[in-house]
């Protein structure tokens, strides 16, 4: 069945809300735990539906993948069978190549599809194939597929042409285990890179460096088993800070690490809100309109992309013009035609949005177009005044847990129904009066 928010705004939220583990951490953790033998267990682990993809994949090569509770999956790869990852899988999530470099680091040899083109842009994978080329692998392309083999993977020198988050962990995963030393230089330093190194290393791998632009990769001969648990998710956590925010709340957001969130902090602060930074917590509160600033996305320790939607529905609320300038994907402002329809003033220059902030949002029958968009829609919604409905939150169940319930438990008049059940309409309009 088919479902979609229910959403009535006007509501501030308040109280606490606990912050669930890092979905793109524990996409590149999952896949580096097929990497040995032994047995390894993940705890934190996100409820959310890529990661379910992501384990699915996992069984499709013949891994044992035991779920001992939602936060928590026994995975062993002993008995993998198959080296192929099929198109429905990276159909359904990119990261599911990250077993690419799993793989090819493991068995020397994997066959993964070629993503495509996706909601925010095209992402071509060229840097993860010159990463594993540059190991002495040889990769051809064909039938939709890339095919990688090589009799000895080899260290080697690696400068990636530009930050990439996805070719620093596959790099990492195929070079671990590979004869000798492997730079990766210009490399992404976001904490997911620290999560998946941190874990490589607990499984006896030896990588130094990670969440520096120089990782540097002593290839070992075996992993070994390992239990770890996932850092926080720094995009869920900012996203509970912005609708704290909008809606002009106080809340607390618990298991956080602080560092993670500053660049989302500091805009938070120049606006006009208040963050107050715990040891593995943040207070977000703001009281009145906020203010304008300028924005631009970056990788890591810049203001993430991931952030860029959210952040944009906060700006076209507050006083004053704002600019979001996109530097990372060049199809991130799908959102905008959404938010004009519940009245925000927003112009898109090429990959650059000019924001006039407007005094408030009317609620609309609107659509997610992606994951994070997605949820800047409901934040929108939050502040709209009246009922808003959001379709298509398949999206943003792919990387939110239970995000209707921690929103409700902040105060939200938010539900999760089935699409067009008028019944059901009514009786969320009879239980918020
Ligand atoms: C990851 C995140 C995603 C986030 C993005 C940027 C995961 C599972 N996803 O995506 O949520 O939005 O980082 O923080 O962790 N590029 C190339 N060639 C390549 C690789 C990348 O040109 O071989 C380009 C991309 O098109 C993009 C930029 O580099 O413009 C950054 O992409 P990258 O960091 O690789 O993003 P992902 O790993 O796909």
Redesign the pocket.
């Known amino acids: 069945m088919e479902y979609q928010y229910i959403i009535k705004g006007g509501e501030p939220l308040h109280g606490e809300v606990t912050i669930s583990g890092a979905?793109?951490a524990a996409?590149?953790i999952l896949a580096a735990a097929i990497m040995t033998d032994d047995t390894v267990t993940i705890d934190n682990l996100p409820d959310v539906r890529d990661i379910n993809v992501m384990l699915s994949a996992i069984e499709s090569i013949g891994a044992t993948v035991k779920r001992l509770g939602p936060h928590s999956v026994q995975i062993n790869g002993s008995t993998i069978t198959d080296l192929t990852i099929d198109y429905d899988s990276i159909r359904k999530i990119?990261?599911s190549y990250y077993l690419l470099g799993a793989l090819l680091g493991k068995y020397k040899k994997a066959t993964v599809a070629l993503p495509g083109g996706c909601d925010?842009?095209?992402?071509?994978?060229?840097?993860?194939?010159?990463g594993f080329r540059a190991l002495g692998a040889t990769v051809n392309i064909e039938y939709g597929m890339i095919d990688t083999y090589s009799d000895q993977l080899t260290g080697n020198h690696i400068y990636l042409?530009?930050?990439?988050?996805?070719?620093t962990?596959n790099i990492m995963l195929a070079s671990c285990m590979a004869e000798g030393r492997t730079v990766i230089e210009n490399a992404?330093k976001?904490p997911?890179i620290v999560d998946v190194a941190n874990f490589l290393n607990s499984m006896g791998a030896d990588i130094k460096g990670a969440g520096t632009d120089k990782i540097r990769i002593n290839g070992v001969s075996t992993l070994h088993g390992s239990e770890y648990a996932i850092i926080p998710d720094q995009?869920e956590a900012g996203t509970f800070m912005i609708a704290a925010a909008a809606t002009r709340g106080n809340v607390l957001i618990n298991n956080v690490i602080p560092k993670h969130l500053e660049a989302i902090s500091v805009k938070l602060i120049e606006i006009g809100a208040t963050v107050e930074e715990f040891d593995d917590a943040v207070r977000v509160c703001a009281t009145g309109r906020l203010g304008h600033t300028q924005i631009k996305t970056l990788?890591?320790p810049g203001f993430?992309?991931?952030m860029q939607p959210q952040i944009a529905t906060l700006l076209a609320l507050s006083e004053g013009t704002s600019t979001v300038t996109e530097s990372?994907?060049?199809n991130r402002f799908r959102y905008v035609d959404e938010l004009a329809r519940m009245g925000a003033n927003i112009k898109v220059e090429g990959n650059v949005a000019i924001i006039e902030g407007v005094a408030g949002f009317t609620g609309a029958a609107i659509s997610a177009p992606d994951l994070r968009a997605g949820a800047a829609l409901v934040v929108a919604a939050m502040v709209a005044d009246g009922y808003t409905t959001v379709d298509s939150i398949e999206y943003i169940e792919r990387g939110y847990e239970n995000f209707e319930t921690k929103m409700a438990g902040l105060g939200a008049r938010m539900a999760k129904i089935p699409v067009d059940n008028e019944k059901e309409l009514q009786k969320f309009k009879l239980k918020i009066g």
Do not use: C, W
């Not at 925010?120 to 010159?130: E, V």
């Not at 042409?161 to 070719?167: I, Y």
């Open positions: 979905k793109n996409l590149g990119r990261a925010i842009g095209s992402r071509p994978i060229d840097q993860h194939i010159k042409d530009m930050v990439s988050v996805g070719a962990i992404a976001e997911h995009i990788p890591y993430p992309t991931d990372i994907f060049e």
